[in-house]
């Protein structure tokens, strides 16, 4: 009779398990948090728009960066690096075999994106979200200010892109179709515009890199520059510049010294507009490269194998990686320029000198880029040094609205001569660095910008949108109605309704 | 009639002695008088004793040997040699939950005996597996000592990431991950099977689809105490090395490489990286500076078994101690191993017992076994020769980059190691990387094990709960110095680091069966219940940086850093919970017409409240011809069974919550001035809530049969149909979400045929034995989400060359998908002349010696749409034979495996690193007076995308045989062994992988990995030569 009881009691033990079982199949999500029981505070809308901003930044996991791909696809610099095989993405914008299945088209067209999808998640979100009004007001306009400039990037890049303003359900997500580039630019200039009332004028210090009026007035006057709508464009910079120089309403102005935008303790400075921000201390390695939020253009730019022979001569550059190395015929132009020592590392003479040595890597021209260089005495104190830069870039600074301006009112027709806008903008910019006034022409506007905006990512964008592309970089292989925009990742268009460029062999 | 006459016989005391055929006692052998119930078994000498009549009948039998009967003789003495059975049909299997005599199994089973791995140089159980049974795929991970094989049973079921077409491994009931499986120890096995048709898997239900494996450890056997020793000490070295370029030779080619992409008047400057290659002479030869040619390695293993009728006992004491062939200092492995396994059986209706097993290994593992990303093996290949291993040139080192802090000397003269000046990146020189690395481990602690309790209230009817656990303790501990090895490979802060983590899996099994016997008919029934709960893991680990220590043997926690220098960071893994009633009947009329019946229900926390539960059936029948009354007895077909299965079984292995979108946080931001992030959050994936199993249906049809006495013989055809495979498709880019949802995105099949044929016969004093198997397998996908024609989830990459592997509808799973090469342009006349239909120059950037890639879309460009599918990766067919001798004392085996029929990814050289090596077949590339190649010429730009698009070129045959195991073994004379007490003292010598065939030309064609035979550099399998020796007493 014992073993029956036994055999009994555990027959019982066991439908015992079998009756709770349903409930030990929900198990706790541990620290996961799923999407249905988020976005429910004012504090949770905020970590929602800091991923919006989060993109602004975004670097690849292979160092690629808006900046450093159409850097090496300018006359500035070559994509450089230890070897031609190098950094294989960025050699490809350097020497126009970037293809649809390349790297740089498939990290901006993803940057992008992403970009956009924070912002559409976001803004469909925060509607059930309970909160000061003003605030969310303020969110909203934030993301579709960011919205409005993933899109500028991305119509100026592929020019034939899906419009996608709300999150897209699985149940659809293969039937998204591309639209008119006008429709783009008129979502954008919508956005920006939208946004303005509801952003501040100018942000507190413990909040910058934020948007205000004066970032979104820039955005849309270079929106307007680029389709050449050239009134609007100069009355949005007239807004931003204010109505002398110095005298803007957010409070930009030029900063006396030239060399002092390029000290990377100096940020947001009265001349920053739109900013990308980084810091020393997110801790990046070599296993989360781009997830975090360091600077990897110090160690891109900086020298390879360099090494000080006399210490107290040398620079403190951090061996660095060749990237970027700026071309003779850049150097021979700014070489006896005042903006030269700030923007350009001469290796070249330092290594004649004998003060260092270092590696003539891939495309050496002896002059690299001085503006961003890591250093050691700029370097992070925690993670790899390499990594982790916390040098700013500028996205828009006062000098480029200044210039754009002067642009913009030349090419509607306005009154250039002393004592316009145009040229008091434009000679602002000169004086600051203490050359002489210059009449108000397209050759001097563009070698104005070309001198002053070095390695700040314009060049190319300026040599596209000026027509001057196809002479200005043949040397590098760019061939007209084909290089101005780069192909739709190749991923994009399996198994979807997107269709590539005809300038990249496709249809649309 | 026999009855009578044992009854009016008279009884006499009968005693005899039963021996292997070597004359080695065989204890527990049952003797039986035929027609009565009186019986007795052979004691720890072999001997027994029973009261039997002169004339009377004797039925001596021991499962795995041939039963004799033999005729009492007047006297009652009774000498008996027993022979090994060649029928094995009488053996008995395991199967999910029990066992099952071989001959009535209905499903496809294969097995592997303890007694066919004996003496074998095995660290990890899936090797024990390799060539020894039919429809498996396995090939080793990579040669680093102590790392896992790739394992598939009949093939791919899913598309999704690592691990999920992994079998499910059961040790002793316990279920244990594949990764997991490391801490057995092979002389402690007893049986493994593997359970290949839907009809044996249906019992593990929703985890069963991949294939199961059952793995049974010893027990103890009631009568004398078994004592065993076996142990084995050697040598291994690389079964090949490259044939690279010596530093003339890679002057030359650089030289060319050089030319071929620059000219004076349009780069301003030309100078020949090498001025007189020829002065170079031989070099650097770096692939002797990583690979040890004497690396050691050993086992031993010692048990001690015995028991009485209340109980029996196994235990065991095993170590293994190997050393890699390559970067040897961080590349080694060590694991001790105790096992104790009991029963007791107090009365007759109660027993309960343990299995537990507890293994500890260390390890050092190089880190980089199969990635072009560094690690010494990958760095050997590219190296220049030029430079030299240690620098001792007095002017190279007063400059850069020897100047520079931190570069890793010589331990042994202070000079620095050399610094290749040409080649970058992540590769270094493999001695300062070792450097790097020195003293660093991983380990862990792995306590695996059940423990069970048996009832049988009434006769035949058992209740049965069985508590299983797996505890494991891991982690790993490593010192990083300050370090300069390379530009992009530097270390500024030295720093300590250290994890522990931990795992505690268990599952409760509670099973009820019962048999019954009415006449002929025979049947069982089992119902069970069963909670499952694993990934129960979680992790802590630290790094200390600005360490004071200089070494890994100084390091330790003790050394407190600032504050700000002590990195902290942990982990909680989701747990996965399985929930599940099955039960199995099984009749049968007569051993003569069989039947199995299964079904089994599992729910998992993977999947939603929509599908949250899953339902497996599967039945299976089978018929003996053999037996039936019409069936003459005859020397061709002795045995015959025809057997036919479906089933259905599950998959669940994607990630846990992958049916809801999850929000993530790490989407950071930079606000103000503080340099710190701000914490941003975004979703993570899209949602399925609709997400449900993935099925596997599977149909099996297969015949067993002995042959002319001698033979055996098993075959089976199966096809194998994945429906719903489970999937994290990529989604489009321009969702912006971060992953898409998890799907069931498409259909896949699996098909193929198997053999197994064994052949035992014994020739005078020559016992010979052969085993072989082989399997075909077809892989297709049927079936993808609409609109959709192929996949590139899982697909493979290389540098910027982009997926080069992909998974379409009619294909198999990853084919390689890239350029068909059309040959080698030998002029610009013929470049210009290869145009579109629209007159478009098709290649303008190319040169004469540049690849002519096929315009297979037949339009103006050659792009991404002119790539096809170019081979498989799957091995179209594996097989393997062993070949067992014995004569007299002495005793041979030869055991080999191999595949065909598949492709090989050959990607040895890095595309970035442009001044690295080359292998010796870079000799025959092309230039303008070797035009007859399908090398193409060296650039250093690629304009033409050569090396930078994938095509053909890449890849290469894949098949393989290897001679695996060869072993000769002495068996000391009986008289000799006596004299110490020994049953047996065997000594061997033996040689792993003595001998490849193959044309492939890197390292090793046995590639494992999610996608297999991809090639980045593989840590090839070594040869060793070993001397081992066996006591039993």
């Known amino acids: 009779m014992k073993k029956n009881i036994l055999a009994i009691a555990a027959l019982l033990t066991a439908s015992q398990l079998i009756v709770s079982c349903q409930k030990q199949l929900d198990v706790n999500p541990r620290e996961r948090i799923l999407e249905t029981s988020y976005y429910q505070s004012q504090q949770q809308a905020f970590t929602g728009l800091v991923a919006v901003y989060d993109q602004l930044g975004n670097q690849s996991s292979g160092y690629l960066t808006k900046l450093n791909l159409f850097s090496s696809a300018s006359d500035d610099h070559f994509a450089g690096a230890d070897s031609p095989s190098d950094l294989g993405d960025m050699q490809a914008m350097n020497n126009y075999t970037v293809n649809s299945l390349s790297g740089a088209p498939s990290y901006l067209w993803s940057k992008g994106f992403t970009g956009v999808y924070r912002a559409n998640v976001l803004l469909k979100k925060i509607e059930g979200i309970t909160m000061d009004a003003s605030t969310k007001a303020r969110y909203i306009a934030e993301a579709r200010a960011l919205r409005a400039i993933f899109y500028f990037d991305l119509v100026r890049i592929f020019k034939n892109i899906p419009l996608i303003l709300v999150p897209i359900e699985p149940s659809g997500m293969f039937d998204v179709t591309q639209v008119a580039p006008a429709d783009v630019y008129k979502q954008i200039e919508t956005d920006l515009t939208d946004a303005l009332s509801a952003l501040p004028v100018t942000i507190p210090t413990a909040d910058a890199g934020r948007l205000n009026q004066g970032a979104v007035h820039a955005v849309l006057g270079k929106v307007y520059l680029w389709q050449e709508k050239w009134g609007p464009a100069a009355a949005e910079f007239a807004l931003v510049n204010g109505t002398a120089p110095g005298a803007s309403t957010y409070g930009y102005k030029l900063l006396p010294n030239f060399a002092d935008l390029w000290n990377w303790k100096n940020k947001f400075n009265s001349e920053s507009i739109l900013e990308l921000s980084y810091n020393t201390t997110s801790n990046m390695g070599w296993g989360n490269v781009g997830s975090r939020e360091g600077n990897v253009m110090g160690i891109l730019v900086g020298p390879r194998n360099y090494v000080p022979v006399i210490a107290s001569q040398a620079p403190d550059y951090v061996s660095g990686w060749s990237v970027m190395p700026i071309t003779k015929e850049l150097f021979d132009l700014i070489h006896y320029d005042p903006r030269n020592k700030p923007t350009v590392a001469n290796l070249d003479s330092l290594e004649k000198a004998g003060i260092v040595t270092y590696k003539h890597a891939n495309d050496n021209t002896g002059y690299f880029v001085e503006k961003y260089a890591g250093r050691v005495s700029t370097k992070a104190a925690v993670g790899q040094l390499e990594l982790n830069f916390g040098q700013n870039m500028y996205e828009i600074r006062l000098a480029d609205t200044y210039l754009m301006e002067a642009e913009a009112l030349l090419k509607s027709g306005a009154a250039v001569g002393a004592g316009t806008r145009a040229y008091i903008f434009l000679n602002a910019v000169r004086a600051r660095v203490g050359l002489n006034p210059v009449a108000v022409t397209m050759d001097n506007i563009m070698k104005e910008r070309r001198l002053e905006l070095v390695a700040e990512g314009q060049r190319w964008f300026d040599l596209v949108r000026w027509k001057l592309a196809p002479t200005k970089l043949a040397f590098k292989g760019f061939q007209a109605n084909k290089n101005e925009t780069l192909p739709i990742p190749q991923a994009e268009l399996n198994n979807t309704k997107i269709l590539q460029s005809k300038e990249w062999g496709g249809t649309k | ?1033």
């Open chain 2, 1 to 1033: 009639m026999a009855l009578p006459l044992a009854l009016l016989a008279q009884d006499i005391p009968v005693t005899g002695k039963v021996t292997e055929q070597n004359g080695a006692p065989l204890p527990g052998v049952t003797v039986k008088l035929d027609g009565t119930t009186k019986a007795a078994s052979t004691d720890a000498n072999g001997v027994f004793s029973i009261q039997a009549p002169v004339g009377g009948k004797l039925t001596i039998s021991l499962i795995g040997m041939a039963t004799q009967t033999v005729t009492v003789p007047a006297g009652g003495r009774i000498n008996v040699s027993l022979a090994a059975d060649s029928k094995d049909l009488t053996e008995v299997v395991v199967v999910g939950y029990g066992t099952q005599k071989k001959a009535l199994v209905t499903g496809s089973i294969s097995s592997v005996k303890a007694k066919d791995l004996e003496s074998m140089p095995i660290n990890r159980v899936e090797q024990a597996l390799q060539g020894r049974t039919s429809g498996l795929t396995i090939a080793s991970g990579n040669g680093q000592p102590g790392s896992a094989s790739t394992v598939r049973v009949r093939g791919f079921t899913s598309f999704a990431s690592s691990g999920n077409n992994d079998p499910l491994w059961v040790v002793d009931g316990v279920i244990v991950d594949n990764g997991g499986i490391g801490y057995l120890n092979q002389s402690d096995i007893e049986s493994i099977e593997v359970l290949k048709d839907a009809a044996s898997q249906a019992i593990y239900g929703a985890r069963a689809a991949n294939g199961v494996i059952i793995i049974s450890t010893k027990k103890g056997k009631e009568g004398r105490l078994s004592i065993n020793y076996n142990g084995f000490y050697g040598i291994q070295s690389p079964a090949k090395k490259l044939k690279l370029l010596n530093a003339s030779e890679y002057a030359a080619i650089r030289n060319e490489a050089y030319s071929n992409s620059y000219n004076a008047a349009t780069d301003g400057t030309f100078t020949l990286p090498y001025a007189n290659p020829s002065s170079y002479g031989e070099g650097t030869d770096w692939q002797s500076v990583v690979f040890n040619d004497d690396a050691r390695r050993q086992t031993h293993e010692f048990s001690v078994s015995g028991g009485t009728n209340k109980s029996t006992f196994y235990t065991s004491f095993g170590y293994i101690d190997q050393e890699g062939i390559v970067a040897t200092p961080i590349s080694n492995f060590n694991r001790a191993n105790i096992r104790i396994n009991s029963t007791f059986k107090p009365a007759k209706w109660i027993s309960f017992g343990e299995n537990l097993g507890y293994s500890h290994s260390v390890n050092s593992s190089l880190g980089n076994t199969n990635s072009e990303f560094g690690g010494p093996l990958s760095s050997a290949i590219h190296l220049d020769p030029m430079t030299p291993v240690i620098q001792t040139d007095p002017t190279a080192i007063g400059k850069s980059p020897y100047t520079i802090a931190n570069i890793i000397r010589d331990p042994a003269t202070g000079f620095p190691y050399g610094i290749s000046g040409p080649v970058g990146q992540e590769m270094s020189n493999p001695l300062a990387y070792i450097q790097t690395r020195l003293g660093n481990y991983g380990w862990d602690h792995n306590i695996v094990g059940n423990a069970f309790l048996e009832i049988e209230p009434i006769q035949n009817l058992k209740f049965r709960s069985s508590l299983g656990t797996k505890l494991a303790f891991y982690g790993s501990e490593s010192y990083t110095p300050l370090f300069w090895l390379s530009p992009s490979n530097t270390n500024t802060k030295a720093n300590f680091y250290r994890e522990m983590n931990m795992t505690l899996n268990y599952n409760w099994e509670n099973t009820i069966s019962y048999s019954k016997s009415f006449g002929k008919h025979h049947a069982y029934a089992i119902f069970g219940q069963g909670y499952y709960m694993d990934n129960n893991n979680r992790g802590l680990n630290v790094r200390f940086n600005n360490i004071i220590a200089q070494d890994f043997y100084q390091s330790n926690l003790n050394y407190k850093p600032a504050t700000a220098d002590i990195q902290g960071d942990g982990s909680d893994a989701t747990l996965h919970v399985v929930n599940s009633l099955f039960t199995r009947v099984t009749y049968d009329y007569d051993e003569k017409y069989l039947f199995t019946g299964i079904i089994r229900r599992d729910g998992s926390s993977r999947f939603g409240t929509n599908n949250r539960f899953g339902y497996f059936p599967s039945a299976s029948i089978g018929w003996v011809p053999t037996k039936e009354a019409f069936w003459k007895e005859n020397n061709i077909v002795n045995f015959l069974k025809l057997r036919g299965s479906y089933g259905i079984t599950g998959n669940d292995a994607i990630g846990d919550f992958s049916y809801v979108s999850l929000v993530n946080s790490g989407r950071n931001y930079t606000f103000g001035t503080t340099d710190v992030s701000t914490i941003g959050w975004s979703p993570a994936a899209l949602s399925n809530p609709d997400l449900k199993w993935e099925e596997t249906h599977q149909t099996d049809i297969g015949l067993d049969a002995t042959l002319f006495n001698d033979f055996t013989l098993s075959a089976s055809y199966f096809k194998k149909k994945t429906i719903g495979v489970l999937q994290t498709p990529p989604i489009p880019l321009y969702l912006g979400a971060a992953g898409g949802a998890a799907e069931n995105v498409g259909d896949m099949q699996n098909t193929g045929i198997e053999f197994e044929l064994g052949y035992r016969k014994k020739i005078g004093e020559l016992n010979l034995g052969i085993n072989a198997n082989i399997s075909t397998l077809k892989n297709k996908v049927t079936k993808l989400l609409p609109g959709r024609e192929f996949i590139e989830d899982n697909a493979q990459s290389f540098q910027g060359m982009g997926n080069f592997t992909r998974t379409a509808i009619g294909r198999s799973f990853n084919e390689f998908y890239g350029y068909e090469v059309a040959g080698i342009f030998q002029s610009q006349a013929e470049i210009n002349a290869y145009k579109g239909p629209g007159g478009t120059v098709l290649q303008p950037a190319a040169k004469p010696g540049d690849i002519k890639f096929a315009n297979l879309d037949g339009n103006e460009t050659i792009n991404g749409s002119d790539r096809t599918y170019l081979g498989s990766p799957l091995p179209k067919y594996t097989y393997g034979i062993t070949i067992n001798l014995a004569y007299k004392n002495f005793d041979f085996v030869a055991f080999g495996n191999g595949v065909g029929g598949n492709m090989i990814f050959q990607g040895l050289r890095r595309l970035d690193v442009t001044y690295g090596n080359w292998q010796q077949s870079i000799l025959d590339r092309w230039t303008p007076t070797n035009t007859s190649t399908d090398i193409p010429r060296v650039a250093d730009k690629d304009l033409n995308g050569n090396y930078t698009k994938f095509s053909k070129n890449y890849l290469e045959k894949g098949d393989y045989f290897r001679l695996k195991t060869l072993q000769v073994g002495y068996n000391l004379p009986g008289d000799v062994i006596k004299k110490i007490g020994a049953q047996k003292v065997r000594v061997y010598l033996m040689s792993e992988n003595l001998w490849t065939i193959t044309k492939y030309t890197g390292y090793d064609p046995e590639i494992g990995g999610t996608v297999l035979g991809i090639d980045r550099g593989i840590y090839p399998q070594a040869r060793s030569f070993m001397v081992g020796l066996n006591v039993g007493f």
